[in-house]
């Protein structure tokens, strides 16, 4: 029961991940920075503000691990698999650095504008990572 449980959680935690990552233009107004006068958002800078939310592109990694576990449902985790979503996270964090680089301040956008579809992604990278090892551990 708590192994579908984990698995219910970590399943759960990738799709809203891939959600994220594939919708974040049409769903949110951006990556934003602070301002004294308020948020200013990436996407207003005509050179390169568009960039920024496009590494949020790589959210969309995690289909990868998603498709995996739902083909090995109720199998142990294996290697390949957990290596595949440790990939998938230094892609994703790799893409947040480069993207706060230029304009976007990714914890400003995600808790102070509010961005709660931002937010809730950046919730669910740790859960997910919490629970693929919990499977991994259990029997």
């Known amino acids: ?26 769903i949110s107004p951006g990556l934003a920075d602070w301002r004294s006068d308020g948020p200013f958002f990436c996407a207003e800078l005509l050179s390169s503000g568009e960039d920024d939310s496009a590494m949020l592109l790589a959210f969309a990694l995690f289909a ?3 498709v995996l576990r739902i083909i090995l449902f109720n199998r142990r985790v294996a290697t390949f698999e957990l290596t595949m979503f440790l990939c998938c996270g230094l892609a994703t964090a790799f893409a947040l650095w480069l993207a706060s680089l230029d304009c976007a301040s990714i914890f400003y956008t995600a808790f102070v504008v509010p961005d709660l579809f931002w937010a809730s992604a950046l919730f669910a990278l740790p859960v997910a990572t919490l629970s693929l090892f919990a499977l991994r551990k259990s029997k």
């Open 64 to 66: 990868l691990p998603l």
């Open 1 to 26: 029961m708590i192994r579908l449980s984990l698995i219910a959680i970590y399943l759960a935690c990738l799709s809203l991940m891939v959600f994220v990552g594939l919708n974040y233009h049409e």
